[in-house]
């Protein structure tokens, strides 16, 4: 018996991927080698792209707990631990939930088993081989070691992916190996926070902004206080001699001297773990040489990570890749697919991850320590008080600049880019688009006068989701949305043209095969 698709890694890429195929009509198996969820403390957070990614599938609200959609952050982000301030922008591309990875998990696993998915902990893939029908997966588990056989294998298993290298698939990229990252939930005096701000004022130093990384010509400090946890407080420095002693409290204290020059009377953390105390000695910015091989495919830090950008990001990539995979692989399975249509998911991700390693890679530059690269950041300062400059700089830390090629139609601004939310009135009441994009399905969104697109493409309903809508705020006419949200078509003709409903047919041809 084959089954449709075997997800190597059940962390939240794998589980994203699961979801997005199930949602799709494929049947997904998850393995996944740990018994239990890790309780590591890991990324602290969504940033990006991909918090308006998960409103469009109804995660946000089980995130978030609330039932507001995302808001942007309008006020101040950070570059290279350097200040944004995204308050000279008009529309602010920064979007971040305050979320651990444990309950990021625990929502996609919840919802995964919603939709039906097989997760098997303790499961581990040890080998594959492939043919023209298959991949033949060795399984040891907890019981007896066994085979499975699937149509396509994906590896979502981490940066040391197994799967990568079973395929033979290279991990080129950079090491850096001179930098050491020191980290730790504690306290600190609780005089020492502006509670106006959430500031942390170091006497002898200053404000610390919370969230804001801060970088001396020694090193980097940054204090961050997450909602319902203690805070996290970390270190970046340069050619530190190397231990195998256990990290402490008084290590991250000793390097808060050097960094900062002065000292800050760090506490054991409250309450309930589990609790980050944990030293990282270099870092890599890799992206495979591919990202598939026949009928295995990666995604997520298998594929590409990352340094000196910290675990949000990352997220934002990885779990759009699976998005991007989802519908493509299910409708291979369906037998459904355009010709092309799953090697778009290669070209249009590596594209991705590359803006992500330019991101990394400039980030790193300016927090190197130096006097030199204290000129630089001088220099940068009075450019970002430039708004064309922070807008690129914010859309390029969010993922909001990625535009797919749509075939040569992008003559719309929003075709290639994802979808802006809209409030929308249609025949039942109002709504937002974000909303009509639950069940991952195409999506042709219709303002027109009259609704002409909808009467014409009537006969393809089943195909295709079709909505007739007003909108009161200036929009374009019509959209066409492929399941990952990204618009394939758009128009912003009251009554489109014979002209435009032929791109707009040649665009439901390339994506969905009708």
């Not at 101040?76 to 651990?100: E, I, K, N, R, T």
């Not at 390097?255 to 953390?269: C, F, Y």
């Not at 409903?501 to 040649?506: H, R």
Request: aromatic share 6%; hydrophobic share 40%; glycine share 10%.
């Amino acid at each position: 018996m084959i089954t449709d698709v075997v997800i190597a890694g059940g962390g939240p890429n794998g589980l994203m991927l699961a979801c997005e195929l199930s949602l799709a009509g494929a049947r997904p198996v998850v393995l996944e080698r740990l018994i239990e969820p890790s309780e590591e403390p890991k990324a602290n957070g969504l940033l990006g792209q991909v918090v308006k990614m998960l409103d469009h599938r109804g995660l946000h609200e089980r995130l978030s707990g609330s039932p507001q959609p995302p808001q942007p952050n309008s006020r101040y982000f950070m570059f290279g631990a350097m200040g944004l301030d995204l308050s000279l922008l008009q529309d602010s591309p920064v979007y971040a939930l305050p979320v651990p990875q444990r309950r990021i998990v625990q929502v996609l696993q919840e919802r995964a088993i919603e939709l039906g998915v097989e997760i098997r902990r303790g499961h581990e893939v040890v080998g594959l081989s492939q043919d023209d029908d298959a991949v033949t997966i060795d399984v040891a588990s907890p019981g007896e070691a066994y085979q499975l056989r699937a149509r396509y294998l994906i590896g979502a298993d981490g940066a040391h992916s197994t799967t990568r290298k079973l395929s033979g698939i290279k991990f080129p990229g950079i090491t850096y190996d001179r930098m050491t990252v020191r980290s730790a939930h504690a306290t600190v005096p609780a005089g020492w926070v502006d509670p106006a701000t959430g500031a942390l004022n170091v006497p002898g130093y200053g404000a610390v902004m919370p969230f804001m990384p801060h970088r001396t010509e020694r090193g980097g400090f940054s204090y961050a206080p997450m909602p319902g946890h203690p805070p996290l407080v970390s270190t970046t420095e340069w050619d530190q001699p190397t231990t195998d002693a256990p990290m402490s409290l008084e290590e991250l204290r000793a390097s808060i001297r050097r960094v900062l020059g002065v000292d800050v009377p760090l506490g054991p953390p409250d309450g309930q773990g589990p609790h980050a105390l944990r030293r990282l000695t270099g870092g890599n910015t890799r992206v495979a040489e591919r990202f598939a091989d026949g009928r295995v495919f990666l995604i997520g830090d298998a594929a590409h990570v990352y340094a000196a950008t910290g675990g949000g990001p990352g997220l934002n990539l990885g779990l759009q890749d699976a998005v991007n995979l989802g519908w493509k692989l299910a409708a291979e399975i369906r037998g459904s697919a355009p010709s092309g249509l799953l090697n778009s998911y290669e070209t249009e991700r590596r594209s991705a991850a590359q803006r992500m390693v330019l991101n990394a890679q400039a980030q790193a530059a300016l927090i190197a320590p130096g006097s030199d690269v204290t000129g630089l950041r001088e220099v940068f300062t009075e450019l970002l008080r430039d708004p064309d400059t922070v807008q690129r700089l914010a859309e390029l830390t969010a993922g909001a600049d990625v535009r797919y090629d749509m075939g040569g139609r992008e003559t719309h601004p929003l075709t290639g880019r994802f979808a802006p939310d809209m409030d929308l009135h249609t025949p039942t009441g109002p709504v937002r688009l974000a909303e009509l994009t639950r069940t991952a399905r195409p999506l042709l969104v219709d303002l027109t006068e009259e609704a002409s697109l909808a009467e014409s493409l009537a006969l393809r309903h089943d195909q295709v989701d079709i909505v007739t809508a007003r909108s009161q705020t200036p929009a374009p006419t019509a959209l066409l949305l492929r399941p990952d949200c990204y618009v394939a078509w758009a128009s912003a003709s009251p009554r489109p043209d014979p002209m435009e409903i032929e791109t707009l047919q040649a665009a439901l041809q390339q994506w969905f095969g009708i």
